[in-house]
C-alpha cells in the first residue's frame, strides 16, 4: 500500500533530492511549530496518521458525484473510503446525515446558505466584531452581499444577547438564523436559538468549526439535533486536515416548503453541483482518520485538558491583573481585554511572538480600534493541550504572558520595544517548555 513507510521515506527523499529550497522552507515551518507554543484558538496539531492519508494516489482520482454514483468510472475503490468517512461523522456527531465534501467550512457554509436562501433573502447571523464569522453575514463577504445580513451581538456582559437575536428576529423574519462564532468563549444555547427560528419559521444553522472536538467529546452541548443543519471545519479543534462538513441530526428528512426536497437531499445538490466540482479523495480519508481519532478516549482526555487549560489561563491571568472578556471561559478560547494594559492587539501579538507565544490580536466588546490593530487578543489551548501541557503550566504561561505585556513599551499601535535580557530569558522560558512537551506523535526532536 502507498501509504507504508517506505513509500512516505521514499516521496520524502525524491523531494528533499528535487527541490531543496522548498524543502528547506518548509523545515523552518516545521521548526517554528516545533520550538515556540501554538495558541491561536484556531491552531491544533494533526496527527502524522491524518497527516499520511494526503500524501497518498487518492489524490490521483477524479469522483465527481457521490459514492455509487460518480461521473467518472475508476471510483470503485475509492468509495468506500467516502463511505467510511460520512459513517464516522455520522457516528461521532451522532448525527443522521453528513457531507465530506466540502473543501472548508467557508465552502460549507456558503454551499448551505446557497441551499436555503435565494439572493437578497434575509440572514440573521453573529456581528463580525462581536465574535461571529465572515460567513455568518457579513458586508465584504459573499454572506453580505448576495445576502441580505442582520447582525446580532454581545450584551455588556460579552455573552450573546439572545433577547436582541428574538428582536431582531421577529422584526426581519429572517429565512435563515446562524448561531456559533469564531471568537465566543462561552457555551452557545442552541436550544434557545432553535426555539428563536420556529417562532419566526426559519432554519437554523449551527457553525461549530471552533467547538467542534469538545462537542464531540459531549464537553459542550452539541448542535446536531436543535440546528436543522450543522456546519464545521475539521481542521480546528477536530485536529484534522484541511476542509469541511456538513451535518444534519432529527432534520435530515424535513422536506423544506416550496422544493419537495429534503434537508439532506438539498445539502447533497448543493455541495455538488451547485458550489463545488469533484471532491479532494485524499483530504476525504484525512477526515475519516481525524473522525475515527476524535472518537477515542485519548481524544476525550485531551478535549478536558483542552477545558482545564483555559479555565487555568483564565484565572490566572485575571489573578494578575489582566481583563479577561466574560471573567472566564467555557471553552479553550481566553479573550484579553487589553485596553487597561495599554497596549494593543497588534503590539501584543507581536510582542508575545518575538518570545515564541503565538496568538491572535482580536477585536473585544467596545473596541474602539479597527480590525487590523485591535484592543485585545484571543489565546486558544487547542494545540498546548494535545502536547500535553496542563494548567501548572498554563500558569507559567500565563506568568510569560503578564511579563510580557507588563515589560513590553509600545511604540504606536504597531509596534513594540522589549528589553534584549527579558526578551532572552521568557524565550529560554517558551523554548523549555516546548521542548518538554514536543507535538504528540511526531519524532522526538521534533523531526517530521
Ligand atoms: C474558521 C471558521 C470558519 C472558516 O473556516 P475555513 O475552513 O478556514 O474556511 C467558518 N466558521 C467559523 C465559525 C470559523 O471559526
Do not use: W
Not at 469533484?278 to 485519548?298: E, H, N, S
Amino acid at each position: 500500500m502507498l501509504a507504508t513507510e517506505e513509500f512516505a521515506r521514499h516521496a520524502a527523499q525524491l523531494l528533499t533530492s528535487d527541490d531543496e529550497e522548498l524543502v528547506t522552507a518548509m523545515e523552518r515551518e516545521h521548526a517554528r511549530q516545533h520550538n515556540s507554543l501554538m495558541l491561536v484558538a484556531s491552531s491544533s496539531v494533526t496527527d502524522p496518521s491524518v497527516l499520511a492519508c494526503l500524501a497518498t494516489s487518492s489524490m490521483n482520482v477524479t469522483a465527481e458525484g457521490y459514492p455509487g454514483a460518480r461521473y467518472h468510472a475508476g471510483c470503485e475503490a475509492i468509495d468506500p473510503v467516502e463511505r467510511m468517512a460520512v459513517d464516522r461523522a455520522r457516528d461521532l456527531f451522532g448525527a443522521r446525515y453528513a457531507n465530506v465534501q466540502p473543501h472548508s467550512a467557508t465552502t460549507a457554509n456558503y454551499a448551505v446558505l446557497s441551499a436555503v436562501l435565494d439572493p437578497g433573502d434575509c440572514v440573521l447571523g453573529m456581528r463580525l466584531n462581536h465574535g461571529g464569522h465572515l460567513t455568518h453575514g457579513y458586508s465584504v463577504a459573499y454572506s453580505g452581499t448576495y445576502f441580505t445580513p442582520v447582525n446580532y451581538g454581545l450584551d455588556e456582559r460579552g455573552q450573546i444577547d439572545y433577547d436582541e437575536v428574538a428582536a431582531l428576529a421577529a422584526e426581519h423574519r429572517p429565512k435563515l438564523i446562524i448561531c456559533g462564532a469564531t471568537a465566543y468563549p462561552r457555551t452557545v444555547d442552541f436550544a434557545r436559538f432553535r426555539a428563536i427560528a420556529d417562532s419566526v419559521g426559519a432554519l437554523l444553522m449551527a457553525d461549530i468549526s471552533h467547538i467542534a472536538g469538545l462537542v464531540a467529546a459531549g464537553l459542550h452541548p452539541s448542535p446536531i439535533d436543535h440546528a436543522h443543519i450543522t456546519t464545521s471545519c475539521t481542521h480546528k479543534q477536530l485536529a484534522g486536515p484541511r476542509g469541511g462538513v456538513i451535518m444534519s441530526g432529527r432534520d435530515a428528512g424535513t422536506v423544506l416548503p416550496g422544493t419537495g426536497r429534503t434537508i439532506a437531499r438539498t445539502l447533497d445538490r448543493a455541495v455538488f453541483p451547485f458550489f463545488q466540482g469533484a471532491p479532494v479523495l485524499p483530504a476525504i480519508a484525512a477526515k475519516a482518520r481525524a473522525f475515527a481519532l476524535a472518537a477515542t478516549d485519548g481524544y476525550r482526555d485531551t478535549a478536558q485538558r483542552i477545558l482545564d487549560d483555559s479555565a487555568a489561563l483564565a484565572a490566572e491571568l485575571t489573578a494578575l491583573g489582566h481583563d479577561v472578556v466574560t471573567g472566564g471561559s467555557d471553552n479553550h478560547i481566553v479573550l484579553l481585554d487589553l485596553t487597561r494594559d495599554n497596549v494593543s492587539g497588534l503590539a501584543a501579538e507581536r510582542a508575545l511572538e518575538s518570545i515564541g507565544i503565538v496568538v491572535n490580536k482580536n477585536r473585544v466588546p467596545g473596541d474602539a480600534r479597527p480590525a487590523a490593530i485591535t484592543s485585545g487578543v484571543r489565546i486558544g489551548t487547542n494545540a498546548v493541550a494535545q502536547r500535553g501541557l496542563g494548567p501548572r503550566e498554563m500558569r507559567t504561561c500565563a506568568g510569560i504572558i503578564h511579563a510580557v505585556l507588563t515589560a513590553m513599551e509600545p511604540v504606536g499601535d504597531r509596534d513594540f520595544v522589549l528589553d534584549g535580557f527579558t526578551a532572552a530569558r521568557l524565550r529560554a522560558e517558551v523554548e523549555k517548555l516546548a521542548a518538554e512537551f514536543p507535538l504528540p506523535r511526531y519524532l522526538p526532536g521534533g523531526q517530521l
